[in-house]
């Protein structure tokens, strides 16, 4: 009894982020069809080429049937019952004011994330979103003195279209993909980054993602583009409101390097999870991608993922550059009924060049958790390493924690390695910090904490703090 | 042909099949060719068959012979119990398999010499061989079986066999596969294992010489405390294919499993290895482990591994590694440094990475014989038996 209350207790407070915010918002009709997609271009007043881009991938997308490989079971999508647009920021926009909703920064203060650049924690700027709309981006005169552009795909569309025109579709091709084709011809904003040649990105950049209307889906679009010489480190963050019905996100993100620049792109994904009997949660359905075009450039993934119903990813990295580094760090933690298909593709195509993946697994409840990932080694990588690591760790006996590797090479002179293992926490473990007083449930965070801090680790200081206590939040109620 | 041509020379041969055979086989045949024709030949996109091209394989106009072996034995009635009756590729076997050949050792028996079965493709003209064997192994009965294939004329073959194995309570079974054919043969196999309580299983295959090769081995662990070693080693080169796919699903607690497979890849080569670890849900205290080494020695070659862990059971000790690599460079050194020629200390360093898998070998006299062949196929030596003509 005492038990089942207190998961009762865990289970009702556990996802602190569950409020829905009361703001006017202009919501599309529901539906997908040709005219959608030109009304989304209209409103957000788009060039002819991206309209045509929209609309070629729509009618790729069309011809596509949704895939069924994933180790998941994937509810049923009616794609015509989801809206497609939802603008929180109606309200100022007929005002003509350039003030904010406060319903919208009260909502933003309560995430933690200020809007207010006073407010804001120091070294981080940020874009915030909601919904189909990107409500304000931070500091973007200071970063615009050293000729960095941080601000939403929307603006960049018309303030670089050059830009956005070259890059758009470069690492990850409407064709890539059925939810990068359908992502493509509904995208609403995302964020844009250009850091200029040689220059070192002074903060922090992040997006933070929030789904709050009802019956939407989000399908922001993220571009990076890190010239040659140049350095940036970026952070995804994202929540959405409790509710019983799934809501479908489908997001890219590209990224692009160049010669020995330097991208470090982390996410804490904390979209909604459903709850403990599986009702309701995200479905997180989102490619991303990074091209190493120029020689010595470097990319690396970090991802802690504790969010959504059902996560089906794979960040990626296509190392095209001679002497590209690339690296994956992921830790995805399943609880309940979630279900994660996650892991990384790397794509060795220049010579000497080398990726890292590490990858742990936590999966509790009935929860499944896979790790799939794919090490390409192509006829011309001479001097390909890899080393890839993926451990995975069960908490319970109605949990599954899957591995599904694939390598495959075509050159004699790599050198590819991959080990992964499976096992529950160790008694002997357990036992220990019992002995010294320590409580189970606490025992088993310390002993998850352990086990994820090569991930942890390389995550921005104030990333990792708000990860680790995730963390413990996503298991709290696993053990008992 | 096409599947659909090997079903219609089913149905057109349909009477005459019948006449000959016993009929257990019979029975199934119908069944079989419905589920062909439903299904089609699986194709890249399935995820068994990723890394095989069936319908290029099966492409080719065999001959298909329908002698039945002329000493066939009553067929048991376990026959078609184990084998996945859904895979394409086994309902063509079943639909076409004129005979079953059936190795049984009865409780508690331990033949004292091991069991050989030499399986020799010899004709005039391009054929396809359905084979179809069940080991039927009977509590507490021990045996070692030998399967040899290899071909004594130029001529190209196709060879679809399905294997059913038994291996009741507290049995133990060593059961060694050695392909030895040329590059004009094509082999299908699929081997199914079914182990009771208290078991062990020890089985090896070894790839000498082949031109495709798809071998399919599916073990099921359906009694506790029992035990399966699955070792595995490949040796290609010119345009050889080879493609194993394994599976082991542990039903019930506590067992273990082992896997190590091991590749060398010369000239144009494929290798591929898919190797599934299933725990399902209950199957606590299961201890796995998979390890799949392979070395590419030129630029052409190509090696696919995917080492695989489903796991739905927590208290479980379960792993696998992988991996592609090439010969020791600081080793190469260390050698030629003491006067041995490059060509010698390649051949050394293959060899020892080979010898890992062999030496597993619990059969002594087998063991011994496999590493001279070994040798001599990483020699570039065409193995021939001491003594015989055939194929002189």
């Known amino acids: 009894m005492a038990e089942n209350a207190f998961l009762k207790e865990v289970a009702e407070k556990k996802y602190e982020y569950g409020f829905e915010t009361e703001v006017d918002t202009e919501i599309l009709e529901k539906g997908l069809s040709e005219d959608v997609v030109r009304l989304i271009s209209r409103k957000k007043g788009e060039p002819g080429w991206l309209l045509d881009f929209r609309l070629e991938a729509f009618r790729y997308w069309q011809s596509q049937k949704q895939p069924s490989w994933g180790h998941l079971t994937l509810p049923e999508i009616d794609y015509q019952a989801i809206s497609y647009y939802a603008d929180p920021t109606r309200k100022s926009a007929t005002d003509g004011s350039k003030e904010i909703d406060p319903e919208l920064m009260k909502t933003f203060d309560k995430l933690g994330i200020p809007l207010e650049e006073r407010l804001a924690l120091s070294g981080t700027a940020v874009d915030a979103v909601m919904d189909s709309v990107s409500v304000k981006t931070t500091f973007r005169e200071r970063l615009a003195e050293k000729g960095i552009i941080f601000c939403s795909i929307s603006e960049a569309v018309k303030e670089h279209p050059d830009l956005v025109r070259t890059h758009l579709g470069s690492v990850v091709p409407y064709r890539d993909n059925y939810f990068a084709a359908l992502n493509s011809a509904v995208f609403s904003d995302g964020s844009f980054v250009y850091i200029p040649k040689g220059v070192r990105c002074p903060m922090e950049l992040s997006t933070y993602f929030r789904i709050n209307a009802r019956g939407t889906g989000q399908f922001e679009r993220t571009l990076i583009v890190c010239d040659d010489d140049a350095y940036v480190s970026y952070l995804e963050g994202c929540t959405a409101p409790m509710r019983d019905e799934n809501q479908l996100h489908a997001a890219i993100v590209e990224i692009v390097v160049g010669a020995r620049a330097e991208v470090k792109y982390s996410t804490v994904q904390n979209w909604y999870p459903g709850d403990s009997e599986g009702r309701g949660g995200v479905l997180n359905l989102v490619t991303k991608r990074g091209l190493l075009k120029g020689d010595d450039s470097r990319l690396s993934w970090t991802q802690v993922e504790t969010g959504s119903a059902v996560t089906w990813k794979y960040p990626s990295c296509v190392l095209q550059g001679d002497r590209s580094q690339a690296e994956f760090y992921s830790v995805a933690v399943t609880n ?37 990932g794919l090490v390409k080694v192509g006829r011309k990588a001479d001097g390909a390493r890899n080393y890839s ?33 499976t096992s529950k926490i160790s008694e002997d473990q357990l036992f220990y910090c019992n002995q010294r007083g320590i409580a189970t449930e606490d025992a088993v965070g310390l002993i998850v904490n352990g086990y994820a801090k090569d991930v942890l680790n390389k995550l921005p200081m104030e990333f990792a703090v708000e990860a680790q206590k995730l963390l413990n939040v996503s298991l709290e109620g696993a053990v008992g | ?210 031109g495709h090769s798809r071998n399919r081995t599916d073990v099921a662990l359906c009694g506790e405390y029992s035990e399966v070693v699955m070792n595995g080693c490949v040796i290609a080169d010119k345009m050889q294919h080879t493609d194993c796919n394994t599976l082991i699903d542990h039903r019930v607690p506590h067992c273990d499993s082992r896997q190590l497979y091991k590749y060398v890849l010369d000239d144009s080569a494929v290798g591929a290895f898919a190797g599934r670890i299933l725990v399902r849900e209950g199957a606590q205290k299961t201890s796995s482990q998979e390890t799949n080494a392979n070395l590419c020695a030129t630029k052409t070659a190509r090696m696919f591994t995917q080492p695989m862990l489903e796991i739905y059971a927590d208290d479980v000790k379960c792993s696998h590694g992988s991996t592609v690599g090439q010969m020791n460079e600081d080793a190469l050194f260390y050698m030629r440094q003491r006067g041995i020629s490059e060509a010698e200390a390649r051949l050394l360093l293959k060899s020892a990475f080979i010898t890992e898998v062999v030496e597993c070998i619990p059969l002594a006299s087998l063991r011994d014989r496999l590493q001279v062949l070994v040798d001599r196929r990483l020699k570039g030596e065409l193995s021939k038996c001491e003594g015989c003509k055939l194929c002189e």
Request: glycine share 6%; hydrophobic share 35%.
């Open chain 2, 1 to 210: 042909m096409s599947e659909q041509q090997y079903i219609d020379f089913y149905r057109a041969e349909r009477d005459t099949i019948f006449a000959r055979s016993d009929e257990r086989l019979n029975a199934l045949r119908d069944g079989a060719c419905a589920l062909l024709e439903r299904k089609g030949f699986p194709t890249m996109k399935e995820e068994r068959y990723r890394y095989t091209d069936v319908a290029r394989d099966f492409a080719p106009d065999y001959g298909i012979s329908l002698t039945p072996a002329e000493d066939a034995a009553p067929c048991p009635e376990e026959y078609g119990t184990l084998a996945d009756a859904s895979d394409p590729v086994v309902a063509l076997n079943t639909m076409l398999a004129m005979s079953c050949r059936v190795v049984r050792i009865g409780r508690g028996e331990r033949p004292e010499h091991p069991i050989q079965i030499t399986n020799m493709l010899r004709g005039e003209h391009p054929e396809m061989v359905c084979r179809r064997l069940m080991i039927i192994v009977e509590e507490g009965a021990e045996a070692d079986v030998i399967i040899t294939d290899r071909a004594v004329s130029k001529q190209s073959f196709l060879t679809n066999q399905v294997i059913e194995v038994f291996v009741a309570d507290g049995a133990r079974l060593n059961l060694y596969e050695i392909e030895e054919t040329h590059l004009l043969c094509t082999r299908y196999s699929s081997l199914f294992m079914q182990l009771g309580r208290g078991c062990s299983v020890h089985h090896t295959s070894l790839t000498l010489f082949n």
């Open chain 1, 336 to 372: 309940n009924f979630q279900q994660a298909d996650t892991g990384t593709k790397m794509i060795h195509l220049g010579r000497n060049t080398k990726s890292t993946i590490i990858s742990k697994g936590i999966s509790a409840g009935r929860s499944q958790n896979s790790y799939r």
């Open chain 1, 389 to 421: 690591s993926c451990d995975s760790l069960l908490l319970g006996s109605h949990c599954g924690a899957h591995t599904f590797p694939y390598i495959d090479v075509q050159n004699d002179t790599a050198v590819v390695e991959h080990e992964a293992t």
